[in-house]
């Protein structure tokens, strides 16, 4: 089993940056392809960014294209989200993910196996 743990969510205003971290345990990350989503109110969960298990591929939604990084350190077994010029349209719980799909770019939440808890994120106007 792996375990995933999110952080580094919190309320910041509109511009802003936040950087989100996901530890996992259990297992090596280098064996997985890594993804993040998010969720906001009443919404379907969505996929912004994924990453391959060797980090030479990423996917990102167009909401968060140019604005959101995804990547990861297997050494400290851990991804990254870098968000920048957050909107209030961020606003959601951010969950990472682990897919054993990971020599492709996996988009779908049924292709991933393991979830972490998921953070809050709140972008004030």
């Known amino acids: 089993q792996m375990q995933l743990v999110e952080s580094g969510g919190g309320l910041v205003q509109a511009g802003d940056s936040l950087r989100l971290s996901c530890a996992a345990s259990?297992?090596?990350?280098?064996?997985?392809?890594l993804g993040w989503f998010r969720q906001a109110r009443g919404k379907e969960r969505e996929c912004i960014a994924t990453?391959?298990?060797?980090?030479?591929?990423?996917y990102y939604a167009d909401s968060v294209k140019g604005r959101f990084t995804i990547s990861r350190d297997n050494a400290e077994n851990t991804v990254y989200l870098q968000m920048n010029s957050l909107k209030p349209e961020d606003t959601a719980v951010y969950y990472c993910?682990?897919?054993?799909?990971?020599?492709?770019?996996?988009?779908?939440?049924?292709?991933?196996?393991?979830w972490g808890q998921g953070t809050q994120v709140t972008v004030s106007s």
């Open positions: 990453i391959t298990g060797n980090g030479d591929r990423t």
């Open positions: 993910a682990a897919s054993t799909r990971r020599f492709t770019l996996a988009t779908s939440k049924w292709e991933y196996d393991y």
């Open positions: 259990g297992r090596t990350i280098s064996n997985y392809g």
